[in-house]
Each structure stands twice: as structure tokens, then as C-alpha cells.
């Protein structure tokens, strides 16, 4: 507990029986006491001793090493694209289209996710499922939602205009002009062909306007494969022997 006192107020009601020809209940009056709860509360030995071996197994779990780290990776480290943030792109690609492939027979054309959602660094060294937890604490699950070409351009627009290191997986690319206006756009090398509609994978957050991404609002259909991102991460660490991520030019600015 904190050192700041935590005060509950544990309200007495006194019933008043007043008798009448029709006997009633009623409120007479209303007191309070104001009791302090510390820290200077000493905890119960048994319970300590109970749940301890539990907590032990717990963090054992947590900080087996599934893989190597050769490097250090941040959502910093780069203007339009992060190492981390395209780990975590590509790694929501590779877990998630064979289960959506299985069940549509359709392919995910790219996914996005959002540069804030990353709430941690990946250091050099061993890589476990508590590294999961501390870059995605979120319980975020992955949705694929189907866009028209309109959605996929104002999607675009917005990548333009904020500027920002959002997540992309590597099977889509977007370059800016020098003066910030999108030069071209393209996904899997084609560009964006107005009587297509795409698959986008996203999270349930951002899938819902999280971020202001308004334009996945909507879409013409969505399809939830019940994946959590964190959960991705831990399958995909446990696939692998040594994680490869950088910066490259899947969003870049000339």
C-alpha cells in the first residue's frame, strides 16, 4: 500500500421503529466514521507462504528464454519506420494470415497498427514472454478488416499527414515526396486499383477509431480471428532462434 492513507467511510444506518396503528420502517439519521487503512497493516504470513510457490512458477514462466535479441530495438530509432514497430507488423502478418487464409481462403493484403501501442523497448539478450507483456500490456486482439480503394486513400492520407512511425508490415510501401505529399503507394509492389478492395489487419482498438483512425470505421467486413497481439509475439518467439528487425523503406520520406 502507499504511505498516503486510504480512507473508507463505513456509513452506520440506525433504524428508527416508530410505531403507529400500520407499523413502518423509516431513516432517522445517518453518522459516519472515518477509519485509516496503512501500510503499518502487517500481512498474513500464510498466505504469503501459500501463494508464493505459485508466483515463483509464474515468473519462472514469464522469463524463460524463447529467443535471441542480436540487437537493440526501439519505435524511436527511426523517422517513418521503427525496428520494433516493424518486427511487430510483420510478426501480426505471419501469425495472422495462415488462420485468416484457413477460414476466408482470402489473403491479408498489409496490416497497421499504431506507434503508441508499443509501450517498450527490446533489448540485447534473451527474449521471453514477459518481453511480450511489457512491449503489448494491451489486451489487443487482431482484427482483418476488408476496405474499399476510398478507405485505403484516406488510410494513406492519413500515414501522410501525421508523419508518425506507425507500424506497417513490409507488404506495403509508402513514400513521400520531399515536401511531405505521398509520391506513391503500393501494396505488394501494385498500386491501389479503385475496383479492389483490400484486407487489412489491424487491432480491435484501432479497428474501432482508435487514434483517429476513422477510416477503418465501417469497413465492408470485418473478420475477428480471436489472436491477441501479445500472444502472436509469444508464438512467433517461440518459432524463431534469433529475431531480425531494422529499418527499411516501407515508409520513407525522399
Not at 459516519?32 to 519462472?60: M, Q
Not at 499504431?114 to 514472454?129: C, D, E, L, Q
Not at 494491451?138 to 482484427?143: A, G, S, V
Request: glycine share 6%; charged share 25%; net charge neutral.
Amino acid at each position: 500500500m502507499r504511505n498516503n492513507s486510504k480512507h473508507f467511510v463505513i456509513f452506520i444506518t440506525i433504524v428508527s421503529f416508530i410505531s403507529c396503528n400500520n407499523s413502518s420502517d423509516r431513516l432517522s439519521s445517518i453518522s459516519g466514521k472515518e477509519i485509516n487503512i496503512t501500510d503499518s497493516i502487517k500481512g498474513v504470513d500464510s498466505l504469503k507462504k501459500f501463494i508464493a510457490p505459485y508466483r515463483e512458477h509464474i515468473e519462472e514462466v514469464l522469463d524463460a528464454p524463447l529467443a535471441y535479441n542480436p540487437t537493440y530495438l526501439n519505435k524511436n530509432d527511426g523517422k517513418l519506420n521503427s525496428s520494433i514497430g516493424n518486427l511487430m507488423a510483420d510478426v501480426a502478418y505471419a501469425e495472422s494470415n495462415p488462420i485468416f487464409n484457413k477460414r476466408t481462403g482470402k489473403n491479408i493484403d498489409f496490416v497497421l497498427l499504431n506507434h503508441g501501442g508499443i509501450r517498450a523497448v527490446m533489448s540485447k539478450g534473451n527474449v521471453s514472454r514477459r518481453t511480450a507483456y511489457e512491449i503489448m500490456p494491451f489486451e489487443n486482439q487482431i482484427w482483418i478488416l476488408e476496405l474499399s480503394a476510398d478507405k485505403i486513400k484516406e488510410l494513406v492520407a492519413y500515414l501522410a499527414k501525421n508523419k508518425t512511425a506507425h507500424p506497417i508490415s513490409k507488404q506495403a510501401q509508402l513514400v513521400l515526396n520531399a515536401n511531405g505529399t505521398v509520391k506513391s503507394f503500393t501494396v505488394n509492389g501494385k498500386p491501389i486499383l479503385e475496383s479492389e478492395t483490400y484486407f487489412v489487419a489491424t487491432s480491435d482498438f484501432l479497428a474501432n477509431g482508435g487514434d483517429h483512425m476513422d477510416f477503418f470505421k465501417d469497413p465492408i467486413s470485418k473478420t475477428d480471428i480471436n489472436y491477441l497481439l501479445r500472444n502472436e509475439l509469444i508464438d512467433y518467439f517461440e518459432k524463431i532462434d534469433t529475431i531480425k528487425a531494422g529499418i527499411d523503406n516501407r515508409f520513407i520520406k525522399l
